[in-house]
């Protein structure tokens, strides 16, 4: 019934919009305006944004200028108009009471200019066919969704050498927790309340439910349904960010886009010849090079190489000296030909990162967690050994790496004046590689405590994929259609080894824990979008995607690892009994073998009218589907019966509105949009792995309420400010451990009766989502005399209270622990920092310093209820005490921290 009133809703809408008197002038008496768009020096500016509003209906004419700068608006009413031009990287143009009279021909040449407040913004005039632009203040006003664009200003604010996760923080919604300073190490990601991503630590219910791109190209592990955050270490190589929440537009849709998306746009092809070289230096021996140069338009091609490279040392440190180092480095080239509106696009991207992981650290002080794993040693916790310590090398070492490799193409061909077509294709290789040694608090459980004493873990994926869009443009909608197929090998290889027993990386020893599976992952997805205006002000968007999952896998223990003396392999299941042997080695891997396929449909529909040249109100419903993880502690199929796989459906409705306008004094380049939404996770699997591999699965549903606010205004000629903010509640309406799935939910009470053991959360809240965000920055500058300018800046970062996670949920009556679960009662407090900046231009050489976290305020970016895995106490403490398990530990945010650049543009 719903879908059938939203149906004739939509319907009646049309025949009234279609029967709305028009503005169009009839072909002998209409009018028309056409010219050029430059910049400053007389370049012509391809691609830009071009309108004409009629100031009486407030009717809008769009066009975009050619190749050669130049536009045409024809079939105009006479009236008085406004005339308005957007491209990124210039200041929007704007003029007001244009007249036009029946049959006029009118010139306007439009030179646009750059901003007078910018931070490492450098534009080389003239913008290609086939680049990846950042949009526009017009297009965000536009566009039926809510996007955040987040510019060089912004990213700026997280500092010269965080990386790609770290630049996300200051979008509305956003939280980015890990455990370093740098792009070199991994992140969580939490948009809305939904992440992705791994920081190295578990309790994240919603993971790996956004979806990630660079240059357009998916970087989200298809296998996995996670992105290694530490493939876009280098921040100086991107051009810009594009965050949009919910799902998106169905042909803009990839496999993980349940809560949201975002665009790492890299540097560009530019029509000029340029470079720039940026070198910073800063707290910790933090030091960073970054350098790109464009070739420049060239017998119709341009193309722009660029790398980056970083290394340095954590903000923790041991009482031994050891500062847990880390290094990274990037490279990229794009190479684009465009001729005649059609253009093709070569691209790769390499990066590597590594660092040392620093362990958690409880919050209060117990006594049997010390610096050295024996009972006499120095206690380890934030009150004992200082809110920074990490524990000495020869205590634990922990080295993580990850590795993306990526290469694309992409054509743009225009088939006729409504037609065009375009394809992407690419090959993904990402690989993970860490190992762990000398964990003492794998050493002292006993005579045979150290048979897991080391870890290592390399697991890859290659990937493979190509989608096709076909658009058509005509009088009333434009109809967009296509699909993508995707394929991808992953490889979950990990071994826990004691080397006094025999074990090495390849070797499997008594009492160790391996896993090596393969999965085959395809994916596909059908799509078709129709954006109908019956008039220019309002747009009606259906669509409908049909996607399918698949997964084929088998165990591959026997053939990746050697057996140590008197190793032998266990070949049961753990999920049921389907027969085999038990060994003296875990095997963690999905069995049986099998192949799962799963499909369904995603609809959607998303409105916006434009009720005023300035004022865009939108809203929509859109549905998605993903499948459940398969990597992490060896894959879904580890815990979970491949029978009982089914997909995750996120359910997202959203309203709101947009606001931009220019040149009118205080409110001069202003955007300003709000927007509630409400998000439904429906039948996650959700599953927790614990320190030691162990996986404990559940099933439930998330509702996740909110509000999105940003801001950007210049309201001076010097000054720009910038506003993100959020506020979220988010519940389980179900959360079951040890149920089963009785009608599409989980359950503890089937028909057939309750089920012994089974526990459901309803009602409680979803862990790490604050109740409120909020990111500020302010960009002035300062002309002390004629040849000196000086641009200070300021930000200001604001983290609510949250909820934690319990992976103990600690059973007074038993004295132990039950399943993981959400807490209700334990919460993390809020935290805030200040960070400040001044950049000083001298000729084609800019000086900048910054400090984060000026107030060095101690706080926690992350904090978890243990289990006792990490520190073994649940095996040397007395059981039912509090220092067994049930205690929170802990990852520390940065304190203070300063760094000096040097940009140098040629």
Same mark, same amino acid.
């Given at each position: 019934m719903r879908k059938l009133l939203v149906t004739c809703g939509i319907v009646l809408c049309c025949l009234f919009c279609a029967s709305a008197r028009g503005v169009v002038a009839p072909r002998s008496k209409s009018a028309r305006v056409r010219g050029s768009v430059v910049d400053a020096s007389g370049a012509a500016i391809p691609d830009s944004d071009v309108s004409l509003t009629q100031s009486q209906s407030g009717v809008r004419a769009h066009t975009v200028? %050619? =190749? *050669?700068?130049?536009y045409e608006l024809d079939g105009l009413a006479p009236g008085t108009y406004m005339l308005e031009a957007? #491209?990124?990287?210039? +200041? /929007?143009y704007h003029q007001d009471s244009l007249q036009l009279s029946a049959g006029q021909m009118l010139s306007v040449d439009i030179s646009m200019s750059l901003p007078t407040v910018s931070q490492s913004v450098t534009v080389h005039a003239g913008a290609l066919d086939g680049v990846t632009t950042q949009a526009s203040q017009q297009q965000v006003l536009e566009s039926n969704q809510s996007i955040r664009v987040i510019d060089r200003q912004q990213m700026g604010m997280v500092g010269p050498v965080a990386g790609g996760a770290q630049a996300i923080s200051t979008a509305p919604g956003a939280i980015v927790t890990g455990y370093g300073n740098t792009g070199a190490t991994k992140y969580t990601v939490t948009l809305n309340g939904l992440n992705q991503g791994w920081g190295g630590y578990g309790g994240y219910t919603g993971g790996a439910a956004l979806g990630i791109t660079f240059d357009g190209v998916p970087i989200i592990d298809p296998a996995t349904s996670l992105w290694p955050s530490a493939t876009i270490p280098e921040n100086g190589l991107i051009q810009n960010l594009n965050v949009t929440y919910g799902p998106g537009a169905p042909i803009d849709r990839w496999y993980s886009n349940v809560g949201g998306a975002v665009e790492f746009t890299p540097v560009q092809p530019t029509a000029k010849p340029h470079a720039d070289v940026t070198a910073t230096y800063g707290s910790y021996q933090q030091k960073d090079l970054v350098a790109h140069a464009n070739t420049g338009l060239y017998h119709g091609w341009a193309t722009v190489v660029g790398g980056g490279a970083g290394k340095g040392d954590d903000f923790r440190k041991a009482p031994d000296g050891f500062k847990n180092p880390g290094k990274d480095w990037a490279v990229l080239a794009k190479t684009v030909k465009s001729s005649g509106g059609n253009s093709f696009e070569l691209g790769s991207y390499f990066a590597y990162a590594g660092g040392y992981r620093s362990q958690v650290i409880p919050v209060v002080a117990n006594p049997y967690i010390t610096m050295d794993g024996t009972a006499t040693g120095q206690q380890y916790s934030q009150p004992s050994s200082g809110f920074f310590s990490t524990l000495p090398f020869n205590s634990y070492n922990k080295y993580d790496t990850n590795q993306m490799g990526l290469i694309y193409g992409r054509e743009h061909l225009q088939l006729d004046g409504s037609t065009t077509v375009q394809n992407l294709s690419w090959y993904m290789h990402v690989r993970r590689s860490h190992d762990r040694y000398n964990d003492v608090y794998q050493n002292n459980s006993g005579p045979d405590g150290d048979q897991q004493q080391n870890e290592h873990n390399n697991p890859y994926t290659n990937t493979i994929g190509d989608k096709l869009l076909i658009t058509k443009t005509l009088p009333w909608n434009t109809v967009s259609g296509g699909g993508y197929y995707l394929h991808a090998l992953y490889n979950s290889r990990n071994n826990f080894y004691g080397p006094a027993w025999g074990g090495s990386k390849r070797t499997a020893n008594v009492g160790g824990k391996i896993r090596s599976s393969y999965f085959n992952q395809n994916d596909f997805a059908i799509f078709l979008q129709d954006d109908i205006h019956p008039v220019p002000t309002l747009h009606i968007t259906p669509g409908i995607r049909y996607v399918g999952f698949a997964a084929s896998f088998y165990n591959a223990v026997q053939q990746d690892f050697k057996l140590a003396a008197g190793a032998t392999l266990s070949t049961t299941c753990r999920y049921g009994d389907f027969g085999g042997t038990k060994g003296n080695v875990n095997v963690q891997d999905a069995c049986p073998a099998a192949n799962e396929n799963r499909s369904g449909v995603e609809p959607s529909i998303d409105v916006a009218y434009q009720a005023r040249p300035w004022l865009n109100i939108y809203g929509g419903f859109q549905e998605a589907l993903r499948a459940p993880q398969l990597g992490g502690g060896g894959g879904v199929f580890q815990s979970v019966d491949p029978a009982s796989y089914h997909l995750e459906r996120g359910t997202y409705y959203q309203f709101g509105f947009k606001t931009h306008t220019m040149g009118t004094g205080f409110k001069n380049n202003m955007l300003f949009g709000a927007n509630y939404y409400h998000n439904k996770f =429906?039948?996650?699997?959700?599953?927790?792995?614990? =320190?030691n591999g162990d996986t404990f699965d559940a099933n439930g549903t998330s509702n996740y309420n909110g509000v999105n606010i940003f801001f950007d205004d210049d309201p001076l000629t010097d000054l720009h400010l910038f506003v993100n903010a959020n506020i979220e509640a988010a519940s389980y309406s179900t959360y079951v451990t040890g149920g089963i799935i009785y009608n599409g /939910?989980?359950?503890?009470?089937?028909?057939?009766?309750?089920?012994?053991?089974c526990l459901d959360y309803k009602g409680y809240p979803v862990s790490y989502v604050p109740?409120?965000? +909020?990111?500020?920055? @302010?960009? !002035?500058?300062l002309h002390p005399t004629g040849s000196l300018t000086i641009q200070p800046t300021a930000s200001f970062q604001f983290v609510g209270s949250q909820h934690v996670f319990d992976n103990c949920a600690y059973n007074p009556t038993t004295q132990s622990c039950q399943a993981p679960a959400p807490s209700k009662s334990v919460t993390m407090p809020a935290y805030a920092t200040l960070n400040l900046g001044a950049k000083v231009p001298y000729k084609r @050489? %800019?000086?900048?310093?910054?400090? +984060? *976290?000026?107030? %060095? #305020?101690? !706080?926690?970016?992350f904090e978890y209820i243990s289990a006792g895995s990490y520190f073994n106490t649940a095996s040397t403490a007395p059981a039912g005490s509090p220092y067994a398990y049930n205690y929170v530990t802990a990852y520390p945010g940065a304190p203070v921290t300063a760094y000096i650049s040097v940009d140098a543009h040629f």
């Open positions: 200028s %050619d =190749a *050669n700068g130049q957007s #491209k990124a990287g210039f +200041l /929007q =429906a039948n996650q699997e959700i599953d927790t792995t614990l =320190a /939910q989980a359950t503890c009470n089937p028909p057939s009766g309750p089920i012994a053991g109740t409120s965000t +909020l990111n500020a920055g @302010v960009f !002035y500058t @050489v %800019d000086f900048t310093v910054m400090a +984060l *976290n000026v107030l %060095d #305020k101690s !706080y926690n970016a």
